[in-house]
């Protein structure tokens, strides 16, 4: 049986409750889409599937992945945009919504860590309490640069539980060398409007134009251990603890030389070359560093002269 | 956006095996695409990190300044080559007072000697001041990434070591034996014994 089989009866089986629908019809649409226009196989399915919803005047939110049919996943484990799943998760965090259509924004954790969850206004859901633990059916998955997050909508089914999670820690730990720091380290000026903090080029904010910008801190690095080399960003706070350097002492030493490259150039000669041990959230293909230390303690060659010597 | 493309690692490699790394290749066609060099254990390397002693500088430009720097470690002499193109680390060659332990992170580079030898020698992306203690670090991390580049020569589907099969005569014995002597330069006298010299 050919693939687009298969795909085309698990579309039929979601609409066949909702409206006369053919499989054969729904397999020949498919197929224009991937053999005669060469759309790939889960965008022409995408397609498809709008075209039904429009048939039934359905929303996709309506949908859901077929009743019971999703997997239980581990939030750690997401990484696919538009996917159906079911969690058994903790309310870690909630967060202040920045917009009405938001009902509730916040961080859910389970054994395997943490996902930012959004649950929208519109789909009218009883809401969730910080600390509690659910069973979460029904909640489609999403990805912005690199992140995944999970949103709730008016087909999530929530069941509170009586237990409690032991939240995993998705921090990660990098050891190596520090052997390079890119452009946009150093003193820095950021946009001052509100939720924006982008980093400004030349004065300008891309969002916002020309604006008075604010002076921060920050380190873009690249440690290495040998086997892969870490973007690693250091903030403020971090970038102060390795370095010495205040922030207020970058400001004056940028005032003294009129150019604030002094700064960068400065940190650089600190922190290049040196070994450090970095651990924090990913984000995207950086670390953000939330804790760092230098590597000074003793170094202990027996166990590696000990695999030398054997092998 | 187009997905910028992926930096290269920084290998570590002590200083025998890196000057035995005379053959030097392209992925691609393309202009822009990266050397690499071939090290004998059956890797490529287009940027090495460095932690030793610098011992000598010396301006040996004609016109403008071009600086040469011997940075030793445990088991050799890496030669890095600075000049223009290399403004901060010819201008850390030009005041630094060796001996003192420097960090490099450079490029490998290949020039052909007028009796047809080929030398390699390190061009610096940063040279930086270095201590002790992260001497020894790089010591038993670049006895680990060797002894790892080791293990995995008889791999079936290395095609790095099958190229350093063709291109270079050394056994990765040798690179087994610079590995533990490195690492017994550093490990306390605590009755260790040299190993015996293997027989070839």
Redo the contacts between chains.
């Keep these: 049986m050919s693939d687009l089989r298969d795909h085309a009866e698990d579309i039929h089986e979601q609409f066949s409750d909702h409206i006369d629908i053919d499989v054969d019809d729904v397999e020949e649409r498919l197929n224009t889409l991937v053999d005669e226009y060469k759309v790939p196989l889960d965008e022409a399915r995408r397609s498809v599937t709008s075209h039904y919803l429009d048939e039934a005047g359905m929303e996709r939110d309506a949908l859901g992945g077929g009743s019971g049919s999703n997997d239980h996943v581990q939030v750690a484990d997401v990484d696919e945009d538009e996917q159906w799943i079911d969690v058994t998760a903790k309310v870690v965090d909630l967060w202040d919504a920045r917009s009405d259509a938001v009902a509730q924004v916040g961080l859910l954790g389970d054994e395997s860590g943490t996902i930012k969850f959004t649950a929208f206004a519109s789909s009218d859901l009883p809401k969730l309490e910080e600390g509690a633990v659910y069973a979460l059916g029904n909640l489609v998955t999403d990805e912005y640069q690199g992140d995944y997050s999970v949103k709730l909508n008016r087909t999530t089914t929530i069941e509170q539980l009586d237990e409690d999670i032991e939240v995993g820690d998705d921090s990660t730990t990098v050891e190596g060398a520090l052997v390079a720091m890119q452009s946009g380290s150093g003193l820095i000026k950021r946009c001052p409007e509100e939720d924006c903090t982008r980093v400004l080029q030349n004065g300008r904010c891309s969002e916002h134009g020309e604006v008075e910008g604010e002076f921060d801190l920050r380190i873009k690095g690249v440690v290495d251990d040998g086997i892969d080399a870490h973007e690693v960003i250091f903030d403020k706070e971090t970038t102060e603890a390795i370095t010495g350097i205040s922030l207020e002492e970058a400001k004056d030493m940028a005032m003294d030389a009129l150019d604030t490259t002094v700064v960068a150039d400065e940190i650089r000669d600190l922190v290049i070359g040196t070994y450090y041990r970095v651990s924090g959230p990913t984000f995207g293909r950086y670390v953000l560093a939330d804790d760092v230390e230098q590597l000074s303690e003793p170094v202990d060659a027996t166990a590696a002269l000990e695999r030398a010597r054997s092998m | 956006m187009s997905q910028a493309p992926?930096?290269?690692?920084?290998?570590?490699v002590f200083a025998r095996e890196f000057n035995d790394a005379t053959f030097t290749f392209k992925e691609s066609d393309d202009e822009r695409a990266p050397n690499f060099a071939l090290l004998p254990t059956g890797d490529r390397a287009n940027?090495v990190?460095v932690?030793g002693t610098l011992t000598e500088t010396e301006d040996i430009g004609d016109e403008s300044e071009y600086w040469r720097g011997r940075v030793v470690g445990p088991t050799g002499t890496f030669f890095v080559y600075a000049g223009q193109y290399q403004p901060d680390a010819t201008a850390f060659l030009r005041d630094a007072e060796a001996p003192e332990y420097?960090?490099?992170?450079g490029k490998p580079s290949t020039f052909e000697t007028d009796d047809g030898n080929v030398n390699v020698s390190l061009r610096p992306?940063?040279?930086?001041?270095?201590d002790e203690?992260?001497r020894?670090?790089?010591?038993?991390?670049?006895?680990?990434?060797t002894?790892d580049r080791?293990?995995a020569f008889e791999d079936e589907t290395n095609e790095y070591a099958e190229m350093a099969r063709d291109e270079y005569d050394t056994a990765v014995e040798t690179y087994?034996r610079e590995?533990?002597a490195a690492?017994?330069s550093?490990?306390e006298d605590g009755g260790?014994t040299e190993?015996p010299e293997a027989t070839p």
């Design positions: 992926t930096r290269e690692v920084a290998k570590r940027r990190f932690v420097v960090a490099v992170v992306e940063s040279i930086s001041a270095s203690n992260a020894e670090r790089w010591i038993v991390e670049t006895a680990e990434r002894l080791i293990e087994r590995a533990t690492l017994d550093i490990v260790e190993e």
